[in-house]
């Protein structure tokens, strides 16, 4: 009994020293920070010169280069597009943008920031991937 009651001891103080551990890989997983434009987006917030956006705008990225493009009440558009090294170009137009990516309260965001000579930042929401 001496020895299964040690063992059994060893086994609740490791695994008390692990909760820690396992907590932080917990957290890890559920406010992950997105790496990528796929999945489906809405727009909810635009700073700059923003005309052909609007808020509320849901931008679905499929994964293979073609995003639809849908404002609430209106037809869907479709764009390909790249994406590479932090950077989304809409191929038929060129516009680009650097991609950063956040967690913000659990929320999963993508800022899209205008390049040359785009003055225009925009904030979506991940809600699905």
């Known amino acids: 009994m001496g020895l299964k009651y040690k063992v059994l001891k060893l086994f609740v103080i490791s695994a008390i020293l692990c909760f ?13 920070t997105p790496t990528t434009v796929t999945g489906s987006w809405d727009l ?36 390909a597009y790249t ?3 932090d950077v989304l170009t809409y191929t038929s137009n060129n516009l680009s943008y650097t991609v950063t990516f956040s967690n913000v309260n659990s929320v999963q965001k993508m800022t899209l920031t205008g390049r040359n000579g785009v003055d225009r930042e925009l904030t979506y929401d991940l809600i699905s991937k």
Do not use: H, W
């Open 20 to 32: 820690p551990l396992l907590g932080t890989e917990c957290s890890k997983l559920l406010d992950s």
């Open 44 to 79: 909810v917030k635009m700073l700059g010169n923003a005309q052909d956006v609007c808020l509320g705008e849901r931008a679905v990225f499929d994964g293979n280069g073609i995003a639809t493009l849908t404002c609430p009440n209106s037809s869907p558009v479709t764009r």
């Open 83 to 85: 994406y590479t090294d």
